[in-house]
């Protein structure tokens, strides 16, 4: 009860000083003729905690998009050698139309089609090169990921319980985490099935 009784007169002389400090600033204010400054929103600064719960929100964010980048990763990567392919056969659909087929005897063309085969060859090697290094490192970055996740979590759960001040906002922060580790848990489960049937 004493302790109680403490910290409420902590509190009360933490008011009575902020409203003095505010009430000599809209002095100063009125002398110097500008609009007075709300010192209690300056000096309201967050706490470890919750820049922490924020840093691990952003990685928690960024892991979910690795997750679901992973699975489709495959798709993306081969996007651009999909659309080289279908771009290559319709210019060559149209051509031979047009010139009823004597444009595969032009010296010109012969040159244009094999310089087309060896860059969409050189394509397709750097996607390979991408896919097995995306391979590699997967199960470092998804360990890395998980903890942010896990550990955001946890934080959020700390926050909700001890926040004394609902402006703290650690009721939206456990939202987004039980979201966000839900979205990966599935995601990172999809992941690891493509990833045990590459290997």
């Given at each position: 009860m004493a302790i109680k009784f403490k910290i409420n007169e902590d509190e009360n002389e933490a008011k009575e000083r902020e409203q003095k400090l505010q009430q000599e600033e809209n002095e100063k204010?009125?002398?110097?003729?500008?609009?007075?400054?709300?010192?209690a929103k300056n000096r309201?600064?967050?706490t470890a905690k919750q820049k922490w719960a924020n840093t691990l929100l952003i990685f928690s964010i960024i892991a979910v998009i690795y997750a679901l980048s992973y699975i489709f990763s495959g798709f993306v990567i081969g996007l651009p050698i999909a659309v080289l392919w279908i771009a290559w056969f319709i210019i060559v659909l149209i051509v031979t139309i047009c010139t009823i087929g004597m444009i595969w005897l032009s010296d010109g063309w012969k040159s244009f089609n094999s310089s087309f085969m060896a860059f969409n060859e050189s394509v397709g090697n750097a996607t390979g090169v991408v896919m097995e290094f995306m391979y590699k490192i997967?199960?470092?970055l998804a360990s890395f990921f998980g903890l942010c996740?896990?550990?955001?979590?946890?934080?959020?759960?700390?926050?909700?319980?001890?926040?004394?001040d609902k402006k703290e906002g650690y009721k939206g922060k456990l939202i987004w985490a039980i979201v966000l580790t839900v979205i990966f848990v599935i995601a990172t489960i999809f992941d690891i099935i493509a990833f045990t049937n590459l290997a």
């Open positions: 204010a009125l002398q110097e003729g500008r609009k007075p400054q709300d010192l309201k600064r967050k997967f199960p470092y996740v896990i550990a955001f979590l946890i934080l959020s759960i700390i926050g909700f319980k001890k926040q004394q």
